[in-house]
């Protein structure tokens, strides 16, 4: 979440990245999928962010998004690694 906070700070500031309302819903460390919740106005916003992403803790990294939803329950229709 720090990557992800830092990468919308270093896009669009402070006050952008406080717009987002973003949290972390899930997490599966075996699949590396996580399940992030932020505000419908900033869906393009955090995309942007997380495609920008290159590195975490030093190593090299790509973020993908797998689903995006309006709700948990049809996140959970659309992917099931998120949950299992």
Known sequence: MDVIWGSIAKLYG????????LSL???????KTAVIRT????V???RASLASIVSIAGKEAAV???AVSGTIKGLSY????CFR
């Open 39 to 42: 505000s419908l106005a900033t």
């Open 78 to 81: 659309k992917s099931k690694n």
């Open 44 to 46: 393009n916003l955090v």
């Open 25 to 31: 819903i899930a997490y599966d460390p075996n699949t």
């Open 14 to 21: 402070e006050y952008g990245a406080s717009l987002t309302h």
């Open 64 to 66: 993908h998004v797998l």
